[in-house]
């Protein structure tokens, strides 16, 4: 409907009804016509418009007769082999894709347009001399930008919060097309963008002045995706890392870097592997440089298949197939533990820990502390019995000598057990780690 106005109806598609065609949508003589798979649910949208009476000249039986025949035409449109092209509509505000019966009816199932289908990864074969993974990086910061850019413009105007909601999901699924969860990560976003203001927002987003900001979100993509410019649900924890190891450094500023800890991680995990895999050329950006980008490395511990006796420095009890499990100290508590020893010093970024722990169903205070080094310690008390696996820590401590964690439960009757264990640092791996 044009113009825009909140007082507009439905009107045809003609400025003057037109005389309904005779003939069916697929009936010869037909034309072929080649479009991106990308465009069908929107040219299945805009078909739409023809099912409006206002648009034909007709009686009852011929409108019911045309609004057949545009069902048929619609349906020419459909896109069996582009799983993330299905139709997607949102039924009491979450998505759902339609699925047809085979009768010619169906339904809606809800769906993740974030993870459900998949997405063609955006370079498959990237241009001479760049990689996938740099060239969707400097894509996807560059969308960041005009995303923030589209948001700064709209608070300035001081437009209503509604509108500015609107405005901006609209943006996003021009731009993006249905591959995120827009509604809540706009709300969210317009929250805290109209608490701090449209100057401070403005100048928090500037990809003018805020290089080293989009550089890290830059590096942060790079980093964490597949070498075709893809990425993954577990590459997305590995960015939000990132930018959190990083963002102190990029945006010295209190008010302006606590933006964006707010929207950022928040924007990224509102698109998903779809929508941030989708991001990777959406820009426009075919060439890229990364070689500012250190992304580090990681090891993986998986102490159910081995010790790794020549690199432990110090340890619990080792149960094959199970890790290294918890000895009595003291005679009043139980404790697991594995130590490594780092020479020369090296700078961790990341430890998570997979154990689990059951207690003893007679102690009611159950108490069990996981430290990691340096000292950074969950402390969970009134644990129910059962198994508790770590989430992890993030904190970027320079010049290690030591990386261990130490699990002690207040129940000398307690089974705990360290199972695996993820180390990332920065600089050069330590010899030996897996």
């Keep these: 409907m044009y113009p ?19 003939t069916e949508p697929g009936q010869e003589p037909t034309a072929t016509v080649r479009v991106s798979c990308e465009w069908l649910p929107f040219i299945r949208g805009a078909l739409s418009q023809l099912l409006l009476q206002s648009t034909w000249k007709t009686d009852e039986a011929g409108l019911q007769s045309i609004q057949e025949r545009v ?4 349906a020419l ?8 092209c299905d139709c997607i509509t949102f039924v009491g505000g979450y998505p759902a894709k339609f699925v047809p019966d085979g009768h ?26 760049q990689t996938g993974d740099c060239l969707s990086g400097a894509n996807f910061s560059a969308f960041f930008g005009s995303a923030m850019g589209f948001m700064a413009q709209a608070l300035s105007g001081a437009a209503e919060f509604a509108s500015i909601v ?6 996003l699924e021009l731009t993006l097309g249905p591959f995120a969860l827009f509604t809540e990560f706009a709300t969210n976003m317009v929250v805290g963008a109209a ?3 449209a100057a401070l ?11 080293a900001a989009y550089d890290l979100i830059k590096c942060a993509f790079q980093c964490a995706a597949n070498a075709d410019g893809s990425i993954t649900s577990v590459g997305i924890d590995k960015m939000i890392d990132i930018f959190n190891l990083g963002i102190d450094a990029a945006v010295t500023n209190g008010p302006e870097r606590a933006l964006w800890q707010l929207i950022w991680p928040d924007f990224v995990r509102s698109q998903g592997p779809n929508g941030l895999t989708r991001m990777g050329r959406l820009a426009g950006i075919n060439s890229a440089d990364c070689t500012g980008c250190d992304c580090g490395w990681e090891s993986l511990f998986d102490f159910t298949a081995t010790d ?12 094959a197939g199970h890790g290294y499990v918890a000895g009595t100290y003291g005679g009043y508590y139980n404790a697991a533990f594995v130590q490594f020893q780092l020479s020369p010093q090296k700078d961790i970024t990341h430890v998570t820990i997979e154990y689990t722990a059951h207690f003893n169903a007679s102690v009611t205070q159950r108490k069990l502390i996981v430290t990691y080094y340096p000292e950074q310690g969950v402390d969970a008390s009134a644990l129910p019995q059962g198994d508790h696996i770590s989430d992890g820590f993030n904190a970027l401590h320079t010049a290690q000598d030591y990386v261990f964690a130490d699990l002690l439960a207040n129940d000398t009757a307690a089974v705990i057990q360290i199972h695996r264990m993820l180390v990332r640092g920065n600089g050069t791996k330590p010899v030996g780690w897996p």
Aim: hydrophobic residues 35%; negative net charge; contains cysteine.
């Design 71 to 74: 069902w048929t035409l619609i």
């Design 77 to 84: 449109f459909k896109d069996e082999t582009c799983e993330m």
């Design 195 to 197: 608490d701090a203001g």
């Design 166 to 171: 609107v405005g901006l999901v609209d943006f």
């Design 4 to 22: 825009n106005s909140v007082f507009n109806h439905a009107v045809g598609a003609f400025n003057d009804p037109m005389v309904p065609p005779t």
């Design 201 to 211: 927002f403005g100048v928090a987003f500037n990809s003018s002045t805020q290089t």
């Design 308 to 319: 790794y006796a020549s690199l432990v420095y110090d340890n619990s009890p080792y149960s």
């Design 104 to 129: 010619g009816g169906g339904s809606f199932v809800p769906i993740d347009p974030r993870t459900d289908g998949t997405v063609a990864p955006p370079w498959p074969t990237p241009p001479a001399g």
